[in-house]
C-alpha cells in the first residue's frame, strides 16, 4: 500500500516547480508567517529532522482535482504524478525560500500580510549550531530594512555589492550553482584574505548541508482507498484541522474525469451547495442565519448524510447493500451520479421538513431542539414522498419527532439512531409495522420539568414550541394567539411568569424558580410590563388590554396556568397545577403516558 523512501529536497522542490508534485484540492491554503519559515530554513541547513512527508500516487480509482503548491506556475497544465497529503507547510515554505526568484508572501506575528527575501549570516552561522535560528534573517521586498517609522535605513541588501559587504547569503540562490558562485566571486573580493576562509566553512557547514538535504517521503500507492486517505491525511496531518469530507468530495468530484468530458466542465459542489442551502434558509431561516456562514445550522455534512441514507436505502431494496448507513465512509463512497440524482430529491425534503417546523412553531434556529433530527427526517420524506401526506402519516411523523424531542434521544451519538429510524420509520408509515424504537423507548419523567431550565436542552425548547402550538395568546398582543410568523415581529422570547424580584419577598415554598414551569413564551412588550408581584402586574396589563378581567384570565389560561393562583401570587398552588398541565401536553405530544404520574395514579387506585 506505501513505500518510504528519501528524497533529495531539491529533487522535491523542482518537482513541486514543474507541477509534478501537487496538491489535493481538499488541502486548505498555506499559512506559515514569518517566524516558522525561518525556524524551519534553520532546520534544514543543520540538517535536522525534517519530519516524513506523505504523497499519494495518481491514477488510481480515486482521483482528485490538484492544483500547484502556492507559488509554483509550471508551464502549460501539467498532471500530477504525486498528490501532497502531509506536508504542504513544510514544503511550501521551503520551496518559496530556497527556490523562487521572488520574495516570500508570508505574515508576520499578527497576522499581517508581508513580503519576505531570506539570508543567513555568514560569520553566525559557521558558529555553534545553538546560534543558527540567529543567522536566518527575512527583509522586506525591496531588500532595505529600515526603522524610526521607516525614516531611518538600518540594512540595504538591494545590490549584490551590499549583500557581501554585509556577510548576508540570499537563500533563494542555494540551488543555483552557477549564481552561487558568481555571488562568492563578488564576496570573496571584498576581502579575500578574510572571506575565502569563512567560505569554505560555509559552503560546508550550510550550503551543502542544504542541497544533501534528504527528505523522507512516503507514496501511498494508487490503489488506494478514498476512506483510507481520508484517515491516513487526518492522522498525520500537522494542522490541527480535521480533514472535512465535503472538502474531500469536492475535490473527488470536480476530479470526475466522465464529467469533465461530458459537460466541459468540472462539477462544483460548494456551488450546487451554497445554492441549496441559500434556498432552504432564504425560505425557512430556522435552517440557519446566511449571514452568520454557509455552514451555520443545517451543514453541508447534514445534507451529505441524508443523501448516504436514502442511498443506502434503496442499495438495500434492491439487494446490493447490507445496511442503511451514513457513517463517513458511506459519504466518501457516494459516486457524484448519484448525488447529482439524489440532491434536487433531498433539497425538496429539507424544505417539506421546513414546513413540518414550521407547523410545529419552530421557526427560529435557536428554538430548534435537535439539528441532528432533521436528518432522518427529510431521507424519510425522500423515500416516501407524499405517502407522508396522508392524515394518519402526519399524526405519526409529530409523534415521532416530539418522542425524540421531549424523551431527548438525539443528544448523544446519533448515527446509529439515524439507522434505526429510518428502516423502522418507513414500513411504520408504508406497511403498518411497530413504532420505531425512538417512539417506543422514548419517556418523560415528570421531576424533568423541574430541571428544565435552559436552551441547551431539546425538551425545554420542545415545551416552549408547544406551548405556542397549542394556542398561548400574548399578555400584550391579544388579538389572535401567537403564530410561527409573528415570533420576531413581537419579539417573542421564553419569559419568566414569577419574576425574579418577586421572589425576594415572595416564597417559592422550597420549588424551582427556574425551570420551564415558571416561563413561558411571551412578546418582549409583554415582559416590559412583568415586574414585582403577578397580581400587582397582571392588573396593569388588564387595563391596557381593554378587557374584563374574566376575559383576560381566559388569555392566561391558553399559557395552560391557573389564573386564580396568579392573582393570589401563589406560588406553590401554581408551580404544582402548571407542572400537571405541562405534563399533560407532554403525554398528548408524545402519544403517551407520563412517567411516574402514571405510577404514582395506579398505585393510589
Not at 557547514?205 to 523522507?216: D, I, K, M, T, Y
Not at 425522500?382 to 425524540?404: F, R, V
Request: charged share 25%; net charge negative.
Amino acid at each position: 500500500m506505501a513505500a518510504l523512501d528519501n528524497v533529495k529536497l531539491k529533487d522535491v522542490l523542482a518537482d513541486v516547480s514543474s507541477g509534478s508534485l501537487q496538491l489535493p484540492d481538499f488541502q486548505r491554503n498555506w499559512k506559515w508567517d514569518d517566524d516558522r519559515i525561518r525556524a524551519i530554513i534553520a532546520t534544514v541547513t543543520l540538517d535536522y529532522p525534517l519530519g516524513v512527508v506523505m504523497t499519494l500516487q495518481t491514477g488510481g480509482a480515486t482521483r482528485f482535482r490538484s492544483r500547484t503548491l502556492t507559488g509554483a506556475r509550471p508551464d502549460g497544465d501539467p498532471s500530477a504524478d504525486l498528490l501532497l497529503l502531509d506536508g504542504q507547510q513544510r514544503l511550501t515554505s521551503l520551496f518559496q525560500a530556497l527556490w523562487l526568484d521572488a520574495p516570500v508572501e508570508t505574515a508576520d506575528a499578527r497576522g499581517k500580510p508581508i513580503e519576505r527575501w531570506y539570508y543567513v549570516d555568514i560569520a553566525k552561522a559557521v558558529g555553534p549550531s545553538a546560534d543558527r535560528d540567529e543567522a536566518i534573517l527575512s527583509v522586506p521586498a525591496d531588500k532595505v530594512l529600515r526603522a524610526d517609522f521607516n525614516r531611518t535605513v538600518v540594512l540595504d541588501l538591494s545590490t549584490t555589492e551590499n549583500e557581501c559587504a554585509a556577510g548576508l547569503f540570499p537563500l533563494h540562490l542555494v540551488f543555483d550553482a552557477q549564481r552561487v558562485n558568481q555571488w562568492m566571486m563578488a564576496y570573496v573580493k571584498t576581502d579575500e584574505d578574510r572571506n575565502w576562509d569563512l567560505w569554505g566553512q560555509f559552503d560546508e557547514s550550510v550550503l551543502q548541508q542544504v542541497r544533501a538535504f534528504q527528505v523522507p517521503m512516503i507514496r501511498l500507492a494508487a490503489a488506494t482507498s478514498m476512506d483510507a486517505v481520508c484517515a491516513v491525511f487526518e492522522r498525520v496531518n500537522t494542522g490541527g484541522v480535521p480533514l472535512n469530507v465535503f472538502e474531500l468530495l469536492t475535490a473527488t468530484y470536480a476530479g470526475d474525469r466522465e464529467y469533465v468530458e461530458r459537460t466541459g466542465d468540472y462539477y462544483q459542489l460548494p456551488q450546487v451547495w451554497r445554492e441549496i442551502k441559500q434556498g432552504l434558509a432564504g425560505k425557512f431561516p430556522v435552517f440557519g442565519r446566511l449571514d452568520s456562514g454557509i455552514e451555520n445550522g443545517l451543514s453541508s455534512i447534514d445534507f451529505l448524510q441524508a443523501i448516504a441514507l436514502v442511498r443506502t436505502w434503496e442499495r438495500k431494496q434492491a439487494g446490493t447493500g447490507a445496511t442503511v448507513s451514513c457513517k463517513r465512509r458511506d459519504l466518501l463512497d457516494l459516486p457524484l451520479a448519484d448525488f447529482v440524482r439524489l440532491a434536487p430529491k433531498l433539497a425538496d425534503a429539507f424544505a417539506w421538513v421546513g414546513d413540518f417546523l414550521e407547523r410545529q412553531c419552530i421557526v427560529r434556529p435557536n428554538d430548534l431542539p435537535y439539528k441532528t433530527q432533521l436528518v432522518p427526517l427529510a431521507a424519510v420524506r425522500a423515500i416516501l414522498d407524499t405517502a407522508l401526506d396522508s392524515l394518519e402519516a402526519e399524526e405519526k411523523t409529530e409523534q415521532w419527532y416530539w418522542c425524540g424531542v421531549l424523551g431527548e434521544m438525539y443528544g448523544g451519538s446519533t448515527e446509529t439512531r439515524f439507522t434505526r429510524d429510518v428502516e423502522q420509520f418507513v414500513p411504520w408509515i408504508a406497511q403498518d409495522e411497530r413504532a420505531p424504537d425512538t417512539v417506543t423507548d422514548a419517556f418523560f419523567f415528570t421531576d424533568r420539568l423541574d430541571s428544565l431550565t435552559t436552551r441547551n436542552s431539546a425538551a425545554y425548547k420542545g415545551i416552549y414550541a408547544l406551548l405556542i402550538k397549542q394556542g398561548a395568546v400574548d399578555w400584550h398582543h391579544t388579538d389572535t394567539p401567537l403564530s410561527p410568523g409573528r415570533l420576531d415581529e413581537y419579539g417573542v422570547d421564553v419569559r419568566q411568569i414569577f419574576p425574579k424580584t418577586w421572589f425576594r419577598r415572595g416564597s417559592s415554598n422550597g420549588l424551582p424558580t427556574n425551570s420551564i414551569v415558571n416561563k413561558t413564551p411571551l412578546s418582549y412588550r409583554a415582559a416590559m410590563d412583568m415586574t414585582g408581584a403577578p397580581a400587582s402586574y397582571l392588573t396593569t396589563m388588564v387595563a391596557a388590554s381593554d378587557m374584563r378581567p374574566e376575559w383576560f384570565d381566559d388569555v392566561l389560561a391558553t399559557h395552560l396556568l391557573d389564573p386564580e393562583a396568579l392573582r393570589g401570587n401563589d406560588y406553590e398552588r401554581f408551580y404544582n397545577d402548571r407542572s400537571r398541565q405541562l405534563q399533560d401536553l407532554v403525554h398528548a405530544a408524545m402519544g403517551k403516558r407520563t412517567m411516574l404520574r402514571d405510577l404514582t395514579e395506579g398505585d393510589a387506585r
